[in-house]
């Protein structure tokens, strides 16, 4: 493994040594720093396949990574071909992050293959893939062949909606790095405790998480199913401008997608799924399926559909002229639309429309 | 000196820090800001410990468990002050070892078929055109092309692979790939064809592990020249070859058994170069043909080169320009009034390819445009060797494509196609003499149900020029297209 030493001082250095270079020794040592400091300011080039993954390796590395995305937000990341510049941009990478539940299928390994690049290939040490110790859902428990439409076998890949699995995609992205660049360790260290800090803070508000004094025992409390009860007893509740406390009130409430992309979402969040719009994943519904979901979700009391902007609006607007259902658009990936240009940006952006439909 | 560096040192230290936190006006700030850090300094001192013993524990050697690494920062917490208490089983585990017991497998799932990929393709159509002749004869006699013009209507040696009016069986194809071990990638492709040959079209043995962005392949290969030619069939925009690669390659385009260097240079933009070595078996561009007259060129007889460049054009735009070229040894034998005629030369070919590709990001591709073209000329200098007189034919052709997502799962597009734009031919009977050009211009819809099923509709309407007569023909073609098996990687 190349070393890197990320030095965001060197260029200071170079041009204080610049400036008090007045004299023959000064200008050559000057000319030795700029040389070393080049070589030294080479920073980790980090290449992920979603935005999301972009923004959470950022707040981890800082200045120290060059972090890339192949994709842009805006697009739906299975729809995606390889294109030569995936390539370039694949062969100088130190490291390839990617969902993995088989959201890059269509194109993760022509890009890699294309590449020559040793070090990011699957199984080597620069390729990472931080679906691991999340807990998938939607995974097919019957042999479910590809009659059921676009299915993912191990699981729906959209995990990243749920800031649980927000947190280990950054721990999973932080112990990674330690590894392979352990000169900077304690950059990211420090950079994952913010991180999660500041996504504990976002998710049950800054007061609960100072009084509880760790956000992780919130997080443990929740996953056993415990953090109701915890907060009844000793009289505590989520701040209300938090993601948990802002959704609070609409607990239960059932909410319609177009796609299964919002699961772990409204899962976390305790919400129904009334259904999707789509007939199978990955199958366009069609006009007479839309009209059979009517008394569905009347009988359920749907009052949202929740979709992302780039699939067509057209099937939820026949449902809302059916039904009055209002129309949630909105970005679900990093940089997908306005007010999403980082991780906590996005799910802020989310929980804020959805709360506001709901409200009304 | 040494002086003089510990103070540029101490300086830049010290307007580095005040750069980077900016000015803190009262003491009371920076007492907090020291209270802040101590307690991080604290924190991520046994953030380190933790994440280090989840790596050796990973590496297999255990150190320090991670339950004793967690245990540090509670117990500190704890000495302080009225915090709620919580569930004892909360107090003492740590998160992510909870979720390691939630979650069986505490690594990326792995696919159960990982090391074999299967796929298969089915392709089929309902066929008609009202040629009076098959098409693809029709294009054998293309003046200048194919034949030579004096041996005209004999030798119909070819086996072709034209659709008949009716149901065709178009093409079957089985593929197989695999990482071999951590040297080398294989895969081949075998395809059946009108249900009584069975072809090997590709079988490949590649390396993955060589330096310096060199990839090395050998077996039968696709060769890498143009656009087209190293896509199968399936992955074609229309339904059939374009009349420039038929003319010059036959309808599965070049492929030979032999070698491919390639080399991805270390370039901000795409810049590929290629070179490849083959048998050269092609019969349309480098035939060797046993005869007692015909002098025995050794393999390999057939070389190509080739370049890709792609300029970055963002996220929405993707363009990709090549330059080929490709010469052989070619070798002709023809039976004409009772006499075998022999022929012995040398083919070369020159190709630029073109494509754009627009990326609306639309639902299901709804907006994506694609432009194509590719253009070659070949000049073709042989010798007939039962009275060595010269036959020299300079010769091109090219299409055009361009398609369009017209809504979610659904494109249209056109193709316009040329062949014999420079058409000059020499022979020792006739002298110089040039032939019209032949040209095709085809329109194609196409659904795709789904990633793995696609229904396409193409109409062409062929112009050719022949010896007697122009031919001229409408062609209809319905085609379903189905792919089983592992889920394809969608190449640029």
Known sequence: MQSHHGAPYSPCLTFYIMYKGKNMKNTILFFILLAVSCIHAAPIRILTTTTDLKSITQMLTGDLAEVTSLTTGKEDPHDLTSRPSFVVKARQADMWIRIGLELEIGWESAVLRDSRNRRIQVGAPGHLDVSQGIEPLDVPTSNTGREAGDVHPHGNPHYWLDPLNGRIIAHNIATRLMTLFPEHKETFATNLILFEKKLDERMFGKNLVAKVESGEKLWLMTIRGELDKYLQNNNLKADDDCWLGRLAPFRNAPVATYNRSWLYFLHRFNFQLAGELEPKPGIPPSAKHLLSLVDTFKQKGVRVILQEPFYSLKAAQLLSSRMGVKIVVCPNCVNGGDDCEDYFKMMDNLVVKLGDALAK | ?492
């Open chain 2, 1 to 492: 000196m040494n002086k003089a560096l510990v103070l540029c040192l101490l300086g830049t230290s010290m307007f580095c820090c005040v750069f980077a936190q900016g000015t803190p006006n009262t003491a009371k700030e920076i007492d907090e800001l020291k209270a802040q850090m101590q307690e991080m300094r604290k924190l991520y001192d046994a953030r380190i410990a933790q994440m280090q013993a989840e790596i050796d524990e990973l590496k297999g050697k255990k150190t320090m468990t991670a339950e004793t690494a967690i245990m540090a920062p509670v117990a500190d917490n704890q000495t302080s002050s009225n915090v709620p208490p919580v569930p004892a089983v909360v107090e003492k585990s740590d998160l992510y070892t909870q979720l390691k017991g939630k979650v069986e497998q505490w690594a990326a799932p792995v696919s159960k078929n990982a090391n074999l990929d299967i796929s298969a393709i089915i392709d089929m159509n309902y066929h008609h055109d009202n040629a009076h002749e098959e098409l693809s004869h029709i294009r054998e006699e293309i003046s200048g092309f194919g034949h030579h013009h004096e041996e005209g209507e004999e030798g119909h040696h070819h086996h072709h692979h034209g659709d008949k009016n009716g149901f065709n069986l178009h093409h079957i194809e089985l593929g197989l790939s695999a990482e071999v071990d951590p040297y080398f990638r294989a895969w081949t492709t075998l395809a059946f064809e009108d249900e009584e040959s069975v072809e090997i079209e590709e079988a490949v043995i590649q390396t993955t592990n060589l330096p310096y962005g060199l990839t090395l392949s050998g077996g039968k290969i696709m060769s890498g020249i143009g656009r087209i030619n190293r896509q199968h069939s399936h992955n074609w925009d229309f339904a059939d070859i374009p009349l420039v690669y038929d003319a010059f390659f036959g309808d599965h385009g070049l492929r030979e058994k032999g070698v491919q260097l390639t080399w991805l240079a270390p370039t901000p933009f795409y810049l590929l170069f290629g070179t490849e070595l083959g048998n050269g078996d092609n019969e349309k561009f480098s035939n060797h043909v046993d005869g007692d007259v015909l002098p025995d060129h050794d393999d390999p007889r057939l070389f190509t080169s080739f370049i890709k460049i792609a300029p970055d054009l963002g996220d929405k735009h993707a363009m990709q320009f090549g330059l080929n070229f490709v010469t052989a040894h070619h070798q002709i034998a023809e039976e004409h009034d009772e006499h075998e005629h022999y022929f012995d030369g040398r083919n070369y070919l020159y190709g630029i390819d073109w494509v754009y590709k627009y990326s609306a990001n639309g639902s299901h591709g709804m907006g994506d445009i694609t432009l194509q073209g590719e253009y070659f000329y070949r000049d073709s200098r042989m010798k007939l060797l039962n009275n060595g007189h010269h036959y020299e034919n300079k010769q091109d052709g090219y299409y055009l494509q361009a398609l369009y997502d017209i809504a979610p799962r659904w494109r249209i597009g056109a193709r316009w196609e040329q062949l014999g734009l420079v058409n000059e031919c020499e022979d020792p009977h006739e002298g110089s003499w040039s032939a019209p050009s032949s040209y095709r211009v085809a329109g194609v819809a196409d659904w795709k149900l789904s990633e793995y099923s696609m229904l396409r509709f193409q109409v062409a309407r062929h112009s050719y020029s022949t010896e007697e007569e122009r031919e001229k023909a409408w062609e209809f073609t319905f085609q379903l297209q189905i792919s089983l098996g592992s889920h394809p990687a969608h190449d640029f």
